[in-house]
Structure formats: C-alpha cells, structure tokens
C-alpha cells in the first residue's frame, strides 16, 4: 500500500493534499468529535477511569486534533515541523501507554496490540523520512500510521462494550 502512495506521488510531484488527506482529515475529524461527545456523555464516570486510560486519552486526542491539520495545512513550514514532532511524540506515546490498557482481557495483550507495536516502529520513521526530505515515503508513512492507528484503532473503541462505545451510544 505504502507502494502504491511513493508511486503516486512521483507522478504528481505536489506536496498539497490530495483527496485521500482530505478524506483521512475528515475522517480524523469526525473520530475526534466521536470521542468529544463520548467522554461529555460518560462525566458521571469518569472518576472510576484509571489514570492510565487518561493518559492514553489525552494523547489519543491530541494526536486527533493535530491530524487535520497535519494533512490540510501548508507543509514545509516552521509551524508543520513543529506540530509534526508533536504528533509524532503524541502517536508514540498513544502506543506506549496502550501496551499499558488491557481492559478487554486483563493481564493480556488483544489483537488492537498489533497496532501499538506497528505504530511505535512506523512513528519514528514518520520523523525520519522527513529529516532525510523523503517526501513519498514521509506521506506514505504519515497516511498509513493515520488509517491504522487512529482511524482503524479509534474505530474498535467505539463498540457498545468498549468503554468510550458504551458512553457514546449508551
């Protein structure tokens, strides 16, 4: 898939966002207003959340709100850098503390696992590939770390017996 994204970007040869950054913007958008209304509707709670879960959440949405516009906004900027170096930290800790979260089978990892492990050796890369100006294997990296561990992720939190699911649709 990364493949596919290096190649279209050497034809296209533009650094401004295409359709799919949009679409991964919106989605992460719509994700981060999800997970708003979820934790505004489950306050009665939230003093029975662990502090871990927290830690986890406040870098979940940090990453959320930074996605947008990490994707929409110009790149190449001293403002991208920054928020860029932040983002990448955020998804780094997001994955750490995750390994931590093992609510679904106590004492155990669960497949979601998966994508912590894939976004703490992808993360770094997002970081280095854009020191090294590589800029197709940057967007590529970037699109499939948003797609997988925000999207897909935030995805399996939202069923009904997962707890931001619950106080989402409960």
């Known amino acids: 898939m990364a493949t596919l994204f290096m190649k279209a970007d050497r034809k296209v040869g533009s650094i401004a966002p295409n359709g799919y950054d949009k679409l991964l913007a919106g989605a992460a958008g719509v994700l981060l207003a999800a997970v708003i209304v979820a934790l505004a509707r489950g306050y009665a709670q939230w003093p029975q959340v662990p502090a871990i879960v927290w830690a986890h959440l406040f870098t979940v949405l940090?990453?959320?709100?930074?996605?947008?516009?990490?994707?929409?906004?110009?790149?190449?900027?001293?403002?991208?850098?920054?928020l860029g170096k932040i983002w990448v930290a955020?998804?780094?800790?997001t994955a750490a503390l995750?390994?931590?979260?093992?609510t679904?089978?106590?004492?155990?990892?669960?497949?979601?696992?998966?994508?912590s492990i894939f976004t703490l050796i992808?993360?770094?890369r997002v970081w280095l590939t854009a020191r090294a100006h590589q800029?197709?294997?940057?967007?590529?990296?970037?699109?499939g770390l948003v797609?997988?561990?925000?999207?897909?992720?935030g995805f399996f939190t939202l069923p009904p017996f997962r707890l931001l699911g619950g106080w989402l649709f409960g």
Request: charged residues 15%; positive net charge.
């Open 90 to 93: 955020a998804m780094v800790a």
């Open 147 to 153: 797609t997988g561990a925000l999207l897909i992720a």
């Open 62 to 82: 940090v990453s959320l709100a930074l996605t947008p516009w990490m994707l929409l906004r110009p790149r190449r900027t001293k403002t991208h850098r920054l």
């Open 104 to 115: 679904i089978n106590p004492g155990h990892f669960s497949i979601i696992h998966i994508l």
């Open 98 to 102: 995750s390994l931590l979260v093992k």
């Open 122 to 124: 992808m993360a770094p």
């Open 135 to 143: 800029v197709a294997r940057h967007r590529a990296t970037v699109r």
